[in-house]
């Protein structure tokens, strides 16, 4: 497959503006104090992460009490679920995962993303540890803010992936040798190989990967 550039551009989850990858993080905060919450909730501690897997990425607010379950969650919602593989997070050595294996000082998914993460921090997390998705994810900052969940605030604009036989966009992957490939090449030829899938191109770094076909 051939890799697609990194996408400069997103866009806002909150208000659908498409805008620059590098001022996304002032237009998420300028974003979300024009629209106060309808209804008065509990003021939580939020810290925003940014997910990366080039040329993808994902900006996140957690709360800092929420468990690392659910970013985990909402990380396999929006990019990663196929059929419900192991994941975990890596924190300063220590992995941190829904099947902990204590006898190597592993914890469980149910610790305070907060008492873990700072602003500043990095950490590593992989979905399938067959054919893994690696993530890098950092903290880059903190805020108050009304939302009990952990919310998508921004993402990445798809990235434009040309088909290998017509340099038109491409809208399929074959998963044996990550070809990609047009609407129309696909109805053309047969191209899926012996053991090899066919999938739609999604937005997301598991594209082309096990089964994973949505893009929630
Ligand atoms: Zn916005
Ligand atoms: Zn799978
Ligand atoms: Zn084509």
Request: aromatic content about 6%; proline content about 6%; some cysteine.
């Given at each position: 497959?051939?890799k697609?550039r990194?996408?400069?551009?997103?866009?806002?989850?909150?208000?659908?503006?498409?805008?620059?990858?590098?001022?996304?993080?002032?237009?998420?905060?300028?974003?979300?104090?024009?629209?106060?919450?309808?209804?008065?909730?509990?003021?939580?501690?939020?810290?925003h992460v940014?997910a990366?897997?080039?040329?993808?990425?994902?900006?996140?607010?957690?709360?800092?009490?929420?468990?690392?379950?659910?970013?985990?969650?909402?990380?396999?919602?929006?990019?990663?679920?196929?059929?419900?593989?192991?994941?975990?997070?890596?924190?300063?050595?220590?992995?941190?995962?829904?099947?902990?294996?204590?006898?190597?000082?592993?914890?469980?998914?149910?610790?305070?993303?907060?008492?873990?993460l700072?602003?500043?921090?990095?950490?590593?997390?992989?979905?399938?540890?067959?054919?893994?998705?690696?993530?890098?994810?950092?903290?880059?900052g903190?805020?108050?803010?009304?939302?009990?969940?952990?919310?998508?605030?921004?993402?990445?604009?798809?990235?434009?992936?040309?088909?290998?036989?017509?340099?038109?966009?491409?809208?399929?992957?074959?998963?044996?040798?990550?070809?990609?490939?047009?609407?129309?090449?696909?109805?053309?030829?047969?191209?899926?190989?012996?053991?090899?899938?066919?999938?739609?191109?999604?937005n997301?770094?598991?594209?082309?990967?096990?089964?994973?076909?949505?893009?929630?």
């Open positions: 497959m051939t697609p990194t996408v400069s551009k997103g866009v806002c989850e909150l208000c659908q503006a498409i805008v620059a990858r590098s001022a996304i993080s002032r237009h998420v905060a300028k974003c979300l104090k024009m629209r106060p919450a309808a209804e008065p909730t509990v003021v939580t501690e939020l810290l940014v990366e897997a080039d040329p993808y990425w994902l900006h996140i607010d957690v709360p800092m009490r929420a468990p690392l379950s659910e970013l985990d969650g909402l990380l396999r919602n929006i990019w990663l679920e196929c059929c419900y593989h192991l994941s975990a997070f890596t924190i300063g050595g220590t992995n941190y995962s829904r099947q902990p294996d204590t006898y190597y000082g592993d914890k469980p998914l149910s610790v305070a993303i907060g008492s873990v700072r602003p500043g921090d990095r950490c590593r997390y992989r979905y399938d540890f067959g054919s893994t998705t690696e993530l890098s994810i950092r903290v880059v903190t805020r108050t803010g009304q939302s009990n969940d952990a919310r998508l605030l921004a993402r990445n604009v798809a990235p434009v992936v040309t088909c290998e036989r017509c340099q038109n966009p491409a809208a399929f992957v074959e998963t044996n040798r990550m070809v990609c490939i047009c609407d129309a090449c696909r109805e053309k030829q047969e191209f899926s190989v012996e053991g090899g899938d066919v999938l739609p191109l999604v997301s770094p598991r594209t082309g990967v096990c089964c994973y076909a949505s893009n929630g």
